[in-house]
């Protein structure tokens, strides 16, 4: 179990400019989200997946928002046209469904900074 | 409208003493409810969950205790350690098959001073 592991851990762009950002789960998960943080909130989700298919997004996850996970491996989430309220950590996690309560394992989180 | 509420931003307690963190919640559809602990730069971490059927969850230093009439769960850390100083938060689940997307509360700082 080597954890979940995000990159790049920072990223700062310019207004406008668009961004992807990767995922890497624990490798037997089958379930995989992306979650948003802003300081002093609790992470917000946006999307997962079940293997390959995209199963739910959030209402919060505008059309600039894209997420993958090709071959039901790592996924990645892409944001287009960026914008300074898109500024935030954006945590990815991956879970094993089992039929039963199964927490999340969480990454360190890509810190997005628009500018 | 927030469903899940951290009522307490901070929390100080003594090394050794009892820590309480506390979580509300207003969607009757909730079924498992979990705890994390995040320490800075890092993601959060599983500390302890509880399902609705059950009204207390013990792990080693950890209880977490729901109660389903008031729609209220609490975290209690006894003793508590310098090192359980980070943000705790509580979430909540209506997922069946598991507690992969959840609510999460704005979470709670705790302190433990030597």
């Known amino acids: 179990d080597t954890g979940v592991s995000q990159n790049p851990r920072h990223k700062i762009t310019k207004r406008g400019q668009n961004v992807t950002f990767r995922c890497d789960p624990i490798s037997e998960h089958n379930r995989l989200y992306w979650y948003r943080q802003t300081l002093g909130q609790g992470p917000e989700f946006l999307t997962y997946?079940?293997?390959?298919?995209?199963?739910?997004k959030s209402r919060l996850l505008s059309d600039r928002f894209s997420a993958e996970r090709p071959k039901g491996s790592f996924s990645t989430l892409e944001i287009q046209r960026t914008e300074q309220g898109d500024s935030a950590m954006y945590l990815c996690a991956s879970s094993l469904e089992r039929g039963s309560l199964s927490p999340l394992h969480f990454g360190n989180g890509t810190r997005l900074t628009v500018t | 409208d927030q469903q899940v509420k951290q009522n307490s931003p901070s929390l100080s307690v003594q090394e050794g003493r009892i820590s309480i963190l506390n979580c509300d919640y207003t969607?009757?559809?909730?079924?498992?409810f979990l705890w994390y602990k995040k320490y800075p730069a890092e993601g959060p971490t599983f500390l302890i969950s509880i399902s609705s059927i059950k009204d207390k969850n013990e792990d080693g230093r950890f209880t977490v205790f729901l109660n389903k009439s008031a729609k209220h769960l609490s975290l209690h850390i006894v003793p508590s350690q310098p090192g359980d100083s980070a943000v705790y938060f509580c979430a909540a689940s209506a997922d069946k098959y598991g507690a992969g997307k959840s609510t999460f509360g704005d979470g709670t700082t705790l302190t433990v001073k030597p």
């Open positions: 969607n009757s559809m909730f079924d498992y």
């Open positions: 997946f079940q293997n390959e298919a995209q199963l739910e």
